[in-house]
């Protein structure tokens, strides 16, 4: 069965940094996208950052220039790299993908279980 575990979450301060990562389990036979997106209380949930695997990153524009997202093939996991971090991007993070477990199984949209990103002094 195939899932996404998500970790790296915590109590930051403001100014600080995190990364986060989200690990693909079960057999894997290719990845297409991975990304996070993030839910602040009262908010809708937001797309933060995607990539396909050999593409060009898409950033939301309030993260740009602070956050780098990478796919480790090999690993079949994706990481966001946060800097600079605010309290505004205090939100649960939830790792997303769309990957084949075999040439004619695809999951076009598997969601981690979220984790919790604090920006606070």
């Known amino acids: 069965q195939v899932q996404l575990v998500e970790s790296g979450g915590g109590l930051v301060q403001p100014g600080g940094s995190l990364r986060l990562s989200c690990a693909a389990s079960?057999?894997?036979?290719?990845?297409?996208?991975m990304g996070w997106y993030r839910q602040a209380p009262g908010r809708q949930r937001e797309l933060v950052a995607a990539v396909a695997s050999g593409g060009t990153p898409n950033y939301a524009d309030s993260v740009k220039g602070r956050f780098t997202i990478s796919i480790d093939n090999a690993k079949n996991t994706v990481y966001l790299q946060m800097n600079s971090l605010t309290p505004e991007d205090t939100a649960v993070y939830y790792c997303?993908?769309?990957?084949?477990?075999?040439?004619?199984?695809?999951?076009?949209?598997?969601w981690g279980q979220g984790t919790l990103v604090t920006i606070s002094s």
């Open positions: 997303n993908a769309d990957l084949k477990t075999t040439v004619f199984i695809r999951y076009p949209a598997l």
């Open positions: 079960g057999n894997i036979f290719r990845i297409n996208t």
